[in-house]
């Protein structure tokens, strides 16, 4: 009887790892990107975006509607916050838009 709880916390913390790491947007194909500030206003989140995708290296245009075109395909962009040793994180993540 044991050996079933060992079994199934092993289990269960290796599903919450696996959710966790989907959720924040580890996945192949998607672009995170975590910034030091927060972002409040819409249009200077935008710009922060398009300046740090720049910087690594890609094409970047915004369409409009949440739609980032990055090296020619498009990209759908979406917001996470989570805390982070009592701060709070804001992690972008682009989602290739199929």
Do not use: C
């Amino acid at each position: 009887m044991f050996w079933m709880y060992i079994i199934l916390g092993t289990a269960v913390g290796v599903g919450m790892f696996l959710f966790f790491n989907w959720l924040m947007g580890y996945r192949k194909g998607h672009i995170q990107i975590d910034f030091d500030e927060r972002y409040m206003d819409h249009q200077e989140y935008i710009q922060a975006i398009g300046e740090e995708l720049s910087e690594r290296g890609h094409k970047v245009h915004y369409k409009g509607d949440h739609v980032f075109m990055v090296d020619g395909k498009p990209y759908v962009f979406f917001e996470r916050n989570v805390p982070m040793g009592g701060v709070p994180l804001q992690r972008t993540i682009l989602k290739p838009k199929k």
